[in-house]
Every structure is written in structure tokens, then in C-alpha cells.
């Protein structure tokens, strides 16, 4: 369960979540793209001591995990809950990762930076959420030397974050922009806008469930004020299309929705083996359902957890141990049928 | 509703129902394939009087209906019901039907002969619905005066069915056979032993539902009990297969025949849209997972109610008016989830 979904934020019929992410380097170490094991190790001590030693409350709220200390399992599953990116997974000799109990403030130890400051909230956030790694940034950079540069900003691993050091996205359901196959020249004007667009679960270019990310690319030159705004910009006018779109869909198409909404909750409910596609796009289905009113139950929070909770990771954690394909797939239609069965 | 339907026959699991046909003609009179109405009428008359009159018990079980008197949707439902053939309901004029109220008794008047006596029953029970049909031939023949000639037997308007005038015909559901593909050689090695094959539903060669008629084809030259014992003894050899089949599904697949179930009970109860072809690949899936045992309810004889109840003419009737094609979807999701709702 990742606690924070279950709150619901603004605009919440299209947008999942918004998070803010920084890179952070402290200065006299080596990047941690280079190999120095006992650099990494003093750089994790470093930074989890500034966060549990900040104050009695974030002492009791935050605590640290080792990479190496987790199985394959626990770390992708981390990785779809948003906790790791799938890069600290896999090069996970140095990584740890420092988060608190709602699991929406995140700080990575030597991904490709020292740092990455994360914070997530649901709904269109971008503020509030970029407050609160601003905070977090804060209580670090007291207690730790940050590589600063007072011409580039923040110097980063890769050149591509240094200034602000700062990425801002969010996550999005767009489920009648793709139907109607509005999608790609909506993707297509966000890039040109200077975005970057992304799948949100699998392969980075793979929409399974209409959910993408979108996110600002230049971190230099910029404010974070003027990255936060331009995105939230971009945003509110997809989100604008997403929901005249759906309108129509509403008006001229009311018996079709109905018929999806059901007909999706109705599998899910019943179904022995869904694979992760199918059931994407069930959990797409009655999360437009339940935008549009057409059901209540679940709700939309519970309906992101789900999401969740239908990963590969997820469902291989759950039950500790490795499955193959056709074993996830039964699982995870157990594990539906078991969420879904009073609704 | 129909009443016969409810019951169960032997061999359930695979034959829907076993039914006997009868061509019969009256002496002095025209074949209605030529035009004469005033002695088409007569017809009418004198078979309904031989079945009224035969006793108490028919005269009130009996009652008759010209198609005249019908509309287009009616006599559509109808033939559904099997209680009239797509012919009578085409060339309407002098056409009537006289039935008992169970609607497994059944005299078509003025079809392509005067007289087709039919029988249905649930099951396999090829000589029980011969004992039938010819009960019911003898209280007519008992009556009126047949065309009958000592060496070809009864006459008929075509002369495919000169001789013992009798097709005997049982509906199989045959989904393995289906399922495997192995069900074309079935077919061909029916036809090779003179039977033919049609679908029950829609046009003859259409098999939606994995529904098959299988009947004779030969009338003269053999006897009413040499056709019954060859057909029976081709459609258990065709059972035999069927069984087999499903058993290896059983034990190679048992996951997917329960899914397979489930999920399909799982949108009958849930959409509002439902297509004809859908509606019946649903019933069908259903109807194996209760062959099986996954599922108890509904029982197979609701399920056969549901597979006519489904067809255009029983919704259209149900209402009342004509619909087209859309709302006979709508319509048809309705159905089904009022009369699956509580299971």
C-alpha cells in the first residue's frame, strides 16, 4: 500500500500525482558513477544522520534502506511505487534510499547523484509538492556541503541537471485523449513545448492504462518557479482537452461508457487470470468510470493503489517469491477478485 | 418462455434437445405450394378439428394461430421457439400452427405440406419424440384422409421427404469440438454418413454458440426406426468425442476453462451492450463451465431459455416494437442482467 494515494488532490479526474525531484551533490566525494565503496558508504551515514538528526519528528517518521540488503523482488518493487528509479535497482552495489512512512518524501543515495530529493503528492500539486522537497532540501543542506556553483548552479553526475537540479512532472490519466487518438499530436505539442513525455509502468515509451508522465527537461537557466509554472500550464490545457473530450464522449456515447464501465469492473471482479496489459486497461476503464460518476466504488485512490498493487514487483513481494508469467497473471487475478469482490 | 426447455433431458451435458418431423398431406386437396386459398383455409380447419376433437384433454391443451393474425415480430419469435420454420413465417397467407402449451407439440398447417407434425424434447430421446410425433400423426390420420401410396409411403410436396416423410434432428452444443478445431472433420464425417448439419441460429451455416443441428437426410427406403438408430448411434459416437475433449481441457487447461467461465458470466451480469454473436459465445462459455461443474447456476435448462430469449424476435416481442440493431444490444444486456442478477 502506498498511503499517500489514498488522499486525493486537485484536478484529481485526470491527475494522479505531481512530484518534484532534485539532484544534490556534496562536495568531496567522487560522483557515485565512480566506483569507491567506502566514498558511497560514508555518503549514505552522511546523509540519513542529517535527516534523523534534524528533528525528533522526522527522526521518527524517516528511516533508510540499503540496496543491497533488499532481494531483486523488493527493489522493483520500489521502483513502482515510485519510491527508487529503476537505475538505483539495478546498480544497487552503493544505492540506499531514506524515505518517511507516507512514502512521498523520498530522499535516493548515490543514483546518479549523491541525492535525489523526491517528493510526491496526489492530484496537481506542484507547488505544495515542490515546498516540501524544498524543506527537505533545506534540513540537508544545513547539516552538508552541496557541489554549488554560483555561475551553473547545482553540478550534477550529468550535465543535464546542473543549474536548478530540479525536475518537475506529473502524472496524468488520459484515458479519452487516447481513444479518440488525440494523444500523439497532445504529446507531440508538450515536446515541442520543451516537455518530456513518458510511459509511467514496463518500458518508458509503453501507455499501458493511459497514464503518462510529463516533465520538464532544461534545468538551466530556468527557475524552479518558472519550470513549476510552465508545466502546470502545459498541464492545465491537457487536462482542459482531456475533459472536453470526455464531455463529448458523455453526450454522445453515454450507453458505450456505461457499457465499459461495467463490463471492466465485471471482468476484474470475475476474472482467474488477467495479465498486466488487460488489467492496465480494466483499471483505466472504471477509473474513467468513476471520473465520469458512473460508479462510485471504488474510488479513485483506491483504484491508484490497485495499479499498484498489479505489478509485477508488487505481486511477487506480496507473496515472497518469484513467479512466472502465467503465475502472475493468476495472481494478480486473485488479487482483484480478493480487492473488488464487495464492490 | 419456453416451457420444455426447463426440463432436462439424458445426456445434458451435450444434446440441447432431440426433435421428430412428420410430412403429411390430405387427399383432394392442392399442395399449398400452389395457390388456392379457400382450400388452404379448409385445411386449416380440418387439422385443428382432428386435434380439438380427439379429446378433452387436447381440446384444452391445444390452441391454434394463423400467421395472418401474427405480425413480422411474432412469427420471428416463433421460429426461435422452434415452433414454427423460417418457410411458414415467410409465406404467411394461408399458413397456421397448431400447439400444445408446453410447445412441444407442435402441427404446422400450409407449410410446404399441410401437414408437419413435430415433437421436441429435451435430451437425447430420439424414440420417446418419435413416440410423440406419432401419437399425434395417429389422432390426425385417425381423422383425415393422408396421400399415402403402398410402395413410396406418404407423399409429399418435395420429394426429398416422400417415403417415411420423417427428419429426425438433435441440437448438440459442441464446444470442445469447437474449441480444438476438430469439430470440421466431425462434421464432414456426419455428413459422410448421409446427415446433414446447420446451425440453429441465424443462417443454417452459421454456428454461433457452438449450437449444431444435426438430422437425416434420406426418407425413403428406410424405416422411421433405422433413421432414429442412426442418428442416435452418430450423435453419441459425436458426444463420445466431445466428452473426451472437454476432459483433456479440464486436465491441460483447467485455468482457462475457469477463467473462461467466470469472466463470462462476469460481463453477462455487468454490460449493457451486448451483440448477438457475443451474447451467444457467453451463453455457450457459460454452459460449459456448468457442464463441468465450475458453475451451478443457472442451471443448463435456464441457459437454453436464455439462448432464445436473446434472439431478436423474443426481445422485440418482449416489448413490443420493432428495434434496430443498437437497441436490440441494449435490450439484449438488459435481459441478462435482470434475469443473472442474483446469481
Given at each position: 500500500?502506498?498511503?499517500?494515494l489514498?488522499?486525493?488532490g486537485?484536478?484529481?479526474d485526470?491527475?494522479?500525482s505531481?512530484?518534484?525531484?532534485?539532484?544534490?551533490?556534496?562536495?568531496?566525494?567522487?560522483?557515485?558513477?565512480?566506483?569507491?565503496?567506502?566514498?558511497?558508504?560514508?555518503?549514505?551515514?552522511?546523509?540519513?544522520?542529517?535527516?534523523?538528526?534534524?528533528?525528533e519528528?522526522?527522526?521518527?517518521?524517516?528511516?533508510?534502506?540499503?540496496m543491497?540488503d533488499?532481494?531483486?523482488?523488493?527493489r522493483?518493487?520500489?521502483?513502482?511505487?515510485?519510491?527508487?528509479?529503476?537505475?538505483?535497482?539495478?546498480?544497487?552495489?552503493?544505492?540506499?534510499?531514506?524515505?518517511?512512512?507516507q512514502e512521498?518524501?523520498?530522499?535516493?543515495?548515490?543514483?546518479?547523484?549523491?541525492?535525489?530529493?523526491?517528493?510526491?503528492?496526489?492530484?496537481?500539486?506542484?507547488?505544495?509538492?515542490?515546498?516540501?522537497?524544498?524543506?527537505?532540501?533545506?534540513v540537508?543542506?544545513?547539516?552538508?556541503?552541496?557541489d554549488?556553483?554560483?555561475?551553473?548552479?547545482?553540478?550534477?553526475?550529468?550535465?543535464?541537471?546542473?543549474?536548478?537540479?530540479?525536475?518537475?512532472?506529473?502524472?496524468?490519466?488520459l484515458?479519452?485523449?487516447?481513444?479518440?487518438?488525440?494523444?500523439h499530436?497532445?504529446?507531440?505539442?508538450?515536446?515541442?513545448m520543451?516537455?518530456?513525455?513518458?510511459?509511467?509502468?514496463?518500458?518508458?515509451?509503453?501507455?499501458?492504462?493511459?497514464?503518462?508522465?510529463?516533465?520538464?527537461?532544461?534545468?538551466?537557466?530556468?527557475?524552479?518557479?518558472?519550470?513549476?509554472?510552465?508545466l502546470?500550464?502545459i498541464?492545465?490545457?491537457?487536462?482542459?482537452?482531456?475533459?472536453?473530450?470526455?464531455?463529448?464522449l458523455?453526450?454522445?456515447?453515454?450507453?458505450?461508457?456505461?457499457?465499459?464501465?461495467?463490463?471492466?469492473l465485471?471482468?476484474?471482479?470475475?476474472?482467474?487470470?488477467?495479465?498486466?496489459?488487460?488489467?492496465?486497461?480494466?483499471?483505466?476503464?472504471?477509473?474513467?468510470?468513476?471520473?465520469?460518476?458512473?460508479?462510485?466504488?471504488p474510488?479513485?485512490?483506491?483504484?491508484?493503489?490497485?495499479?499498484?498493487?498489479?505489478?509485477?514487483g508488487s505481486?511477487?513481494?506480496?507473496?515472497?517469491?518469484?513467479?512466472?508469467?502465467?503465475?502472475?497473471?493468476?495472481?494478480?487475478?486473485?488479487?482483484?477478485?480478493?480487492?473488488?469482490?464487495?464492490?
Amino acid at each position: 500500500m502506498t498511503k499517500w494515494l489514498d488522499n486525493q488532490g486537485p484536478y484529481k479526474d485526470t491527475v494522479v500525482s505531481s512530484r518534484v525531484r532534485m539532484a544534490r551533490n556534496i562536495k568531496d566525494f567522487f560522483f557515485p558513477t565512480i566506483k569507491d565503496p567506502a566514498g558511497g558508504e560514508k555518503v549514505i551515514e552522511k546523509v540519513y544522520q542529517s535527516i534523523i538528526s534534524a528533528n525528533e519528528a522526522m527522526n521518527k517518521d524517516f528511516k533508510m534502506k540499503r540496496m543491497k540488503d533488499l532481494t531483486k523482488i523488493q527493489r522493483l518493487q520500489m521502483v513502482e511505487k515510485h519510491l527508487i528509479s529503476p537505475q538505483l535497482a539495478k546498480h544497487h552495489e552503493s544505492g540506499a534510499v531514506v524515505y518517511n512512512e507516507q512514502e512521498n518524501l523520498i530522499i535516493m543515495v548515490n543514483e546518479e547523484d549523491h541525492i535525489r530529493i523526491q517528493a510526491l503528492l496526489p492530484g496537481l500539486q506542484l507547488k505544495k509538492v515542490l515546498e516540501s522537497a524544498n524543506q527537505i532540501d533545506d534540513v540537508i543542506e544545513e547539516r552538508l556541503d552541496y557541489d554549488f556553483d554560483e555561475e551553473f548552479g547545482y553540478l550534477s553526475a550529468c550535465p543535464t541537471n546542473t543549474g536548478t537540479g530540479m525536475r518537475a512532472s506529473v502524472m496524468l490519466h488520459l484515458p479519452a485523449l487516447g481513444m479518440s487518438g488525440q494523444i500523439h499530436g497532445m504529446l507531440q505539442f508538450a515536446n515541442k513545448m520543451g516537455l518530456a513525455v513518458r510511459g509511467v509502468y514496463g518500458e518508458g515509451s509503453d501507455f499501458t492504462g493511459n497514464m503518462y508522465q510529463i516533465s520538464n527537461q532544461v534545468t538551466l537557466g530556468v527557475s524552479e518557479e518558472e519550470i513549476i509554472e510552465k508545466l502546470q500550464e502545459i498541464t492545465m490545457h491537457i487536462i482542459e482537452k482531456e475533459r472536453s473530450l470526455r464531455k463529448n464522449l458523455v453526450k454522445e456515447q453515454p450507453m458505450e461508457i456505461e457499457d465499459q464501465t461495467h463490463r471492466s469492473l465485471g471482468i476484474l471482479k470475475s476474472a482467474r487470470i488477467i495479465s498486466l496489459e488487460e488489467g492496465m486497461k480494466l483499471l483505466s476503464n472504471i477509473q474513467l468510470g468513476n471520473s465520469l460518476g458512473i460508479i462510485k466504488n471504488p474510488e479513485l485512490g483506491r483504484i491508484h493503489q490497485l495499479i499498484t498493487m498489479i505489478q509485477p514487483g508488487s505481486l511477487q513481494a506480496a507473496l515472497g517469491k518469484e513467479l512466472n508469467l502465467r503465475d502472475l497473471d493468476i495472481q494478480r487475478g486473485t488479487l482483484l477478485r480478493e480487492k473488488l469482490t464487495n464492490i
